[in-house]
């Protein structure tokens, strides 16, 4: 079993940057595409992007991209997700995933971290 933590998460001003950690447990992580999500109060989870397991292919949700960069570094078992000019809407629970292959889809991520609160100010 892998397990995930978030952090870094907290409240920015709009305009701001914040960088998400995703702390992998095992020496496994290696193998596993990394994703990114995102849930407001009420609303679905929301893709956000995500990364292949050697870190040579990322995709971004439209709403992010240009925005927000994907990375990893597999020896600390640490994913990233760098987040600039932040919006607003940006503000939700983000989440990490791994997945045996990199896809948009939740249901195809089979472990999960906690989840981690950015709020963006005004």
């Known amino acids: 079993q892998v397990q995930l933590v978030e952090s870094g998460g907290g409240l920015v001003q709009a305009g701001g940057s914040l960088r998400l950690s995703c702390a992998a447990s095992?020496?496994?992580?290696?193998?596993?595409?990394m994703g990114w999500f995102r849930q407001a109060p009420g609303k679905e989870r929301e893709f956000v992007g995500y990364?292949?397991?050697?870190?040579?292919?990322?995709y971004y949700a439209d709403s992010v991209k240009g925005r927000f960069t994907i990375a990893r570094d597999n020896a600390k078992n640490t994913g990233y997700l760098q987040m600039n000019s932040l919006k607003p809407e940006d503000t939700a629970v983000y989440y990490c995933?791994?997945?045996?292959?990199?896809?948009?889809?939740?249901?195809?991520?089979?472990?999960w971290g906690q989840g981690t609160q950015v709020t963006v100010s005004s």
């Open positions: 995933a791994a997945s045996s292959y990199g896809s948009h889809l939740p249901q195809q991520y089979g472990y």
């Open positions: 095992g020496r496994t992580f290696s193998r596993y595409a």
């Open positions: 990364i292949t397991w050697s870190g040579g292919t990322t």
